[in-house]
C-alpha cells in the first residue's frame, strides 16, 4: 500500500483535481494536490557546524557572521545609519500563496537593543510580506514564534532578513554582538496554497548575418520545443 486512496475514511471526500494522501497515522493530509505537506520543515537551521545559506548585506554598517559553539554569531563593529545597514539574511526556499508558516527562533544580543525582521520579495521595492519591527532582545536568549499567511503571489525565491542596524535609540557606533539559533519555518496550513507556477523556458534562436542586409528580413529557427516551427522575424547584429 503507497498511502494513495482516492476516498480517505473520516475525512473529506477529495477534489476531482487533487490527489489525496494519507499519513503515517491514518490522518488525511491536506494540501498534498499542491505539492506541500503540512508540517513539512522548508527551513531548520541550527548552525552546529556552519552559517549553511546564510549571508550579509552590508549598507554603511561593519560587521562578519560565523557559526560559533552551535550558533549564528553577528558580530558587529559598527550598526551605520539604517536599519538595514546590517543585515543577515536567508534565501533558498519558496513561499505559496495561501499557505499558512509556522516560524521559530532563537535570539539574544550581549546590549539591550531592538531589532527588526521580515520576510521580502527579494528585488523591486523590496516590500515585506511580513514584517516585526522594533523587536526588543538582550542578553537573555528569547524564543520567538510567529504565525502568518503568505496573501500575495507566490514567490519562488523571497528573502528572510534580520535587520541588525541602527534602531531605536542604539547608536551608530556601538560595536556588539547577536546571537541566532534553531531557526525553522514550517507550513502549518497547506489547504488553500497555491501551487507554484513553472518557469517560463527561454526560447533559444538560430541565425547569422551571412547573405543578408544589416536591416534585411532575417529567418531564424526555433529550438524552444512547445514552438516547434520556424518563424520570421527582425533581427539585428
Given amino acids: ?3 494513495m486512496i482516492s476516498n480517505p475514511p473520516g475525512g473529506p471526500p477529495p477534489a476531482a483535481e487533487k490527489e489525496i494522501k494519507i499519513g503515517e497515522d491514518g490522518e488525511y493530509i491536506e494540501g498534498f494536490g499542491n505539492g506541500l505537506v503540512n508540517g513539512t520543515k522548508i527551513i531548520d537551521d541550527h548552525f552546529d557546524e556552519n552559517v549553511g545559506e546564510w549571508g550579509v548585506y552590508a549598507n554603511g554598517g561593519t560587521f562578519k557572521i560565523d557559526a560559533v559553539d552551535g550558533e549564528l554569531l553577528v558580530d558587529i563593529s559598527k ?6 545597514s546590517v543585515q543577515v539574511y536567508r534565501d533558498g526556499y519558496s513561499l ?9 527562533y532563537d535570539i539574544r544580543s550581549d546590549i539591550d537593543r531592538v531589532i527588526q525582521w521580515r520576510f521580502q520579495i527579494n528585488g523591486e521595492d523590496y516590500h515585506p510580506y511580513y514584517q516585526e519591527d522594533a523587536m526588543p532582545i538582550g542578553p537573555e536568549t528569547k524564543h520567538v514564534t510567529a504565525t502568518f499567511t503568505m ?3 507566490s514567490d519562488p525565491a523571497p528573502r528572510f532578513c534580520f535587520n541588525l542596524g541602527k534602531q531605536g535609540d542604539l547608536d551608530s557606533m556601538t560595536s556588539h ?16 496554497a497555491m501551487a ?15 547573405g543578408y542586409e544589416t536591416d534585411g528580413e532575417k529567418l531564424f529557427r526555433s529550438e524552444e ?3 516547434g516551427k520556424e518563424c520570421r522575424s527582425r533581427w539585428s547584429p
Avoid: H, M, W
Fill in 196 to 210: 507554484l507556477e513553472p518557469l517560463p523556458i527561454p526560447i533559444a534562436i538560430k541565425t547569422n548575418q551571412i
Fill in 1 to 3: 500500500d503507497d498511502g
Fill in 79 to 84: 550598526p551605520g545609519n539604517l536599519d538595514y
Fill in 96 to 104: 505559496n500563496k495561501g499557505c499558512v508558516y509556522d516560524v521559530e
Fill in 151 to 153: 496573501e500575495e503571489t
Fill in 177 to 192: 554582538k547577536v546571537y541566532i539559533d534553531n531557526f525553522v519555518v514550517t507550513i502549518k496550513d497547506a489547504s488553500n
Fill in 225 to 227: 520545443r512547445r514552438v
